[in-house]
């Protein structure tokens, strides 16, 4: 499954050098391995906490449930396909025009609270959408342009939030509150999943499916409202341009070759279009070849939020500790792996481990990437590399969801494998295997080029990957005895 990245708010802002007059590529900014101070949540932070808990009731309730809702209305392959890939290529576009705004409106709360709330008004649009497009094709190719619209508007105000949410940050705390506010994220984004699980099974026994959806878009809306209120509380301090900050789009491509931060956009690019080329179809996989019960289905995905909640915190201390690099290394072998998982066995426990598997290793995962960001860019060009990277990341996304759709029409029902047929449950799990391979590949020869910025405790890999697994059986208590034990018996040597 398709696992979002979440940015977070501090409270002062983040010291930094004066930017060079000739417009560069940003490689890293100064970061030093401080001692780190208690966290402490001011009312901004608190806001930030509560904003980001009512967006997680929206995903789960509403967002997790868009293919679904295509599927429901009997769009094809490709257009599901399309449905994933199209929406966030044009938010990522939009972005852009983000940046843009940055010039002429000097209050980044402003542009990001526009976004949001226009985003809870796009609800009401596609919870109306059965009534309004009607039938066949028409009714698919209106919900990917809604849903388009659904992301633009929001990515509108992605630059300014993410240029807001950095400066508020420090940088020896940013694991800490990551950790934190993407805990309570993953309950609340748990509490939306079951909710719509159950609200669909509901209504889907009344023969009223279509009653089922309206009800939880109509409550998405409600919560991104709420989201949006609790945003207008944040610190807005006044947005201040320095002069070389600006640099074109053409300038970060070129600039491939020799910087650290391009080299990290296009394997993050790479690990994304992966999870797209095959994205999509686990919902179909589940609904439609499995056969489960919305419920069944919700029990799946939902497990994902829980053991997020259940591990967050460990992973922003072990992010403080150990730098974003080192836990990017561990996790992507584990992301890579874990589409295998999914051709071993098709029944409903095996598949809640397997996505219980997977989303410990994408919590780390996508903690360590969004921190990455801070660590590698200096404050000013954060929100146009922030533009950039979520550019290049859609435009591979488009690509493979868009390879993808064709794909998942022309797979073969069985396949010989050294003189034996091997018939899989569903054709759709070779696209899971081809994920796995393309993730595996990017982690093997492009993450190794991707350099840690800032000073960080050293571990190695092994002692990291024993402190990451200790950490899942028994989410944390397992982590906090083996590594008091391991760090007693190193300072007794």
Request: aromatic residues 12%; positive net charge.
């Amino acid at each position: 499954m398709i696992h979002s990245q979440s940015f977070i708010a501090m409270s002062t802002r983040v010291p930094h050098k004066p930017v060079s007059q000739t417009p560069t590529l940003p490689n890293s900014q100064p970061d030093c391995a401080e001692k780190s101070s208690k966290l402490i949540l001011t009312p901004p932070l608190r806001a930030s906490v509560r904003d980001g808990m009512a967006n997680a009731v929206a995903l789960g309730i509403g967002e997790s449930y868009l293919n679904v809702f295509g599927i429901f209305l009997h769009a094809s392959a490709l257009q599901l396909s399309l449905l994933s890939s199209i929406p966030p290529f044009l938010g990522a576009v939009s972005q852009l025009f983000g940046v843009w705004l940055l010039r002429f409106v000097h209050s980044r709360r402003a542009i990001a609270v526009f976004g949001v709330v226009s985003q809870a008004a796009m609800w009401l649009v596609l919870a109306s959408l059965p009534w309004l497009a009607g039938a066949g094709d028409d009714v698919a190719i209106a919900l990917i342009i809604l849903a388009s619209l659904f992301q633009v508007f929001p990515s509108i105000g992605l630059p300014a939030w993410n240029s807001l949410m950095g400066d508020m940050i420090p940088a020896d705390q940013r694991g800490r509150f990551f950790g934190l506010r993407n805990r309570m994220l993953g309950i609340c984004t748990f509490v939306g999943l079951i909710a719509g699980g159950q609200i669909l099974d509901l209504f889907r026994g009344w023969d009223d499916t279509v009653h089922g959806f309206l009800t939880i878009f109509l409550i998405a809306a409600l919560a991104r409202s709420i989201s949006a209120y609790f945003m207008s509380r944040y610190d807005d301090p006044p947005y201040h341009r320095v002069r070389g900050e600006y640099f074109s789009l053409r300038q970060f491509i070129t600039g491939l070759p020799r910087s650290n931060f391009a080299k990290f956009t296009v394997f993050l690019a790479t690990i994304n279009a992966a999870v797209a080329f095959s994205g999509p179809f686990f919902a179909v996989y589940m609904l439609r070849d499995l056969h489960m019960s919305y419920t069944e289905f919700t029990m799946v995905i939902g497990v994902a939020a829980i053991v997020q909640f259940l591990t967050m915190g460990y992973w922003g201390q072990l992010l403080d500790s150990f730098g974003a690099k080192k836990i990017m290394n561990v996790c992507g072998v584990g992301i890579a792996l874990n589409p295998f998982m999914w051709l071993v066995d098709s029944s409903v426990p095996w598949l809640m481990f397997a996505q219980a598997t997977g989303s410990f290793m994408w919590a780390g995962f996508n903690l360590a990437s969004a921190n990455f960001l801070f660590d590698a860019v200096t404050p000013p060009k954060r929100a146009r590399c922030a533009a950039y990277q979520s550019l290049v990341t859609a435009v591979f996304v488009l690509i493979a969801a868009t390879i993808g759709g064709f794909t998942a029409t022309h797979l073969p029902s069985s396949l010989n494998i050294f003189g034996h047929l091997w018939f899989p449950v569903s054709p759709l799990v070779l696209l899971f295997a081809i994920s796995g391979v393309i993730r595996m590949t990017a982690v093997a020869l492009i993450l190794p080029r991707v350099k840690e910025v800032r000073k960080v405790q050293p571990i190695k890999h092994t002692e990291l990957a024993f402190r990451i697994v200790s950490a899942f059986p028994l989410t944390g208590f397992t982590f906090s005895v083996i590594t008091g034990i391991w760090e007693k018996r190193g300072q007794g040597r």
